[in-house]
Nanobody, 112 residues
Framework: VQLQASGGGLAQAGGSLRLSCVAS????????MGWYRQTPGKCREMVAR?????FIDYADSVKGRFTISRDEAKVFLEISNLKPEDTAVYYC?????????WGQGTQVTVSS
């Protein structure tokens, strides 16, 4: 399974971004898909995830501002009301057979 993330960039605080991630290869059987983010010196943290059945989980820090959606082997993250603390590399993942496959990461930088 390969995942390709896109949509990051530079944005101003209060603005919006939409991240996209497309899975390819052996996509049959992918269960959870979602997004993590990581800043230098910190562990990668879960931001949002969505099960194949449609159950959604958000980190407390992003509730009300981040919206995850999914279409087959694609997963999206709408980020609104951007804050400087949202600056990070965002990684998408897909879980298949108890193994997480990761995309290459897309940088989001929010200026105040």
């Amino acid at each position: 399974v390969q995942l390709q993330a896109s949509g990051g960039g530079l944005a101003q605080a209060g603005g919006s971004l939409r991240l996209s991630c497309v899975a390819s290869g052996r996509i049959a059987g992918i269960q959870d898909m979602g997004w993590y983010r990581q800043t230098p010196g910190k562990c990668r943290e879960m931001v949002a995830r969505m099960s194949y059945a449609g159950f959604i989980d958000y980190a407390d820090s992003v509730k009300g501002r981040f919206t995850i959606s999914r279409d087959e082997a694609k997963v999206f993250l709408e980020i609104s009301n951007l804050k400087p603390e949202d600056t990070a590399v965002y990684y998408c993942y897909g879980e298949r057979a108890m193994f997480n496959y990761w995309g290459q990461g897309t940088q989001v930088t929010v200026s105040s």
